[in-house]
C-alpha cells in the first residue's frame, strides 16, 4: 500500500515569486490536511480538505491556498513568497471516520 | 481555540531509564489525542493514541495516559534505548473535521 506522496521534496524559490506543492493521498483516503512546520513553531496546521471541500482553515494569510480534487489528491500554493515562508510542508491523509493521520514525507521549501 | 503546551522542550535520558513527556490542553471539548515521533529529516510518525473516554493506553514500552479533569496527558517510554532518540510531539484533537491541533515537540536523547 503506498503512503502519502508528496511533490516535490526540495524547492528553492525567489522572495515574490509563487509556488505549487502537491500532495498524493493514500488510496481511499478522502481527507487530506497541510501542515507548516519550522524550527520555533512546531506544527502549524494550514488547512484541510475532503471531498473537494475545504473542511477546516488555519490562521495563515490568503497567500495561502489549496484546493483538492476529485482523485482525492491535493495542491498547496503560496503566493508572493517571503523569507518567512521558507519551511518543511508536510501533508498528512487520514481513513474515513478516522483521526490517524499518516503523513508524507514533506516538501522543503526554501525562499531567498 | 485550541492551545497545547508541551514540556519538557529537551529530556536526556540515560539509556533503560524512563522518559515521560507532558501535555496540556485548553478545550474541554477535546477528545483524541495522539503522539507522534519524528526521527531526523523523517516524517512524524504516530505511535500510540488515547480517546477521551480512556485513561490509559500501552503499547509494549510505551503508554500514554490522560487525565480529563486536569486537562492533561502525557507519554511514557520505559527502557529508553537510542533508537527511541527522537522528536516527539503530541496533538489534540477538538472537532469539526480532521484538524490536529501540535504541542511545540520534544527532542528526546538517550545516550549510552
Known amino acids: 500500500k503506498a503512503g502519502v506522496t508528496q511533490t516535490p521534496r526540495y524547492l528553492i524559490k525567489t522572495r515574490g515569486q509563487q509556488v505549487t506543492l502537491s500532495c498524493s493521498p493514500i488510496s481511499g483516503h478522502r481527507s487530506v490536511s497541510w501542515y507548516q512546520q519550522t524550527p520555533g513553531q512546531g506544527l502549524q496546521f494550514l488547512f484541510e480538505?475532503?471531498?473537494?471541500?475545504?473542511?477546516n482553515k488555519g490562521n495563515f494569510p490568503g497567500r495561502f491556498s489549496g484546493r483538492q480534487f476529485s482523485n482525492s489528491r491535493s495542491e498547496m500554493n503560496v503566493s508572493t513568497l517571503e523569507l518567512g515562508d521558507s519551511a518543511l510542508y508536510l501533508c498528512?491523509?487520514?481513513?474515513?471516520?478516522?483521526?490517524?493521520?499518516?503523513f508524507g514525507s514533506g516538501t522543503r521549501l526554501t525562499v531567498v | 481555540g485550541e492551545n497545547v503546551e508541551q514540556h519538557p522542550s529537551t529530556l536526556s535520558v540515560q539509556e533503560g531509564d524512563s522518559a515521560v513527556i507532558k501535555c496540556t490542553y485548553s478545550?474541554?471539548?477535546?477528545?483524541?489525542f495522539p503522539w507522534y515521533k519524528q526521527e531526523l529529516g523523517k516524517r512524524p510518525q504516530l505511535i500510540i493514541d488515547?480517546?477521551?473516554?480512556?485513561g490509559e493506553k500501552k503499547d509494549q514500552r510505551i503508554a500514554v495516559t490522560l487525565n480529563k479533569t486536569a486537562k492533561h496527558f502525557s507519554l511514557h517510554i520505559t527502557e529508553t534505548q537510542p533508537e527511541d532518540s527522537a522528536v516527539y510531539f503530541c496533538a489534540s484533537y477538538t472537532g469539526g473535521g480532521n484538524k490536529l491541533t501540535f504541542g511545540t515537540g520534544t527532542q528526546l536523547k538517550v545516550e549510552l
Open positions: 478545550d474541554s471539548a477535546s477528545n483524541y
Open positions: 480538505y475532503f471531498s473537494e471541500t475545504q473542511r
Open positions: 498528512a491523509s487520514a481513513p474515513d471516520g478516522s483521526f490517524g493521520y499518516t
Open positions: 488515547i480517546r477521551s473516554n480512556v
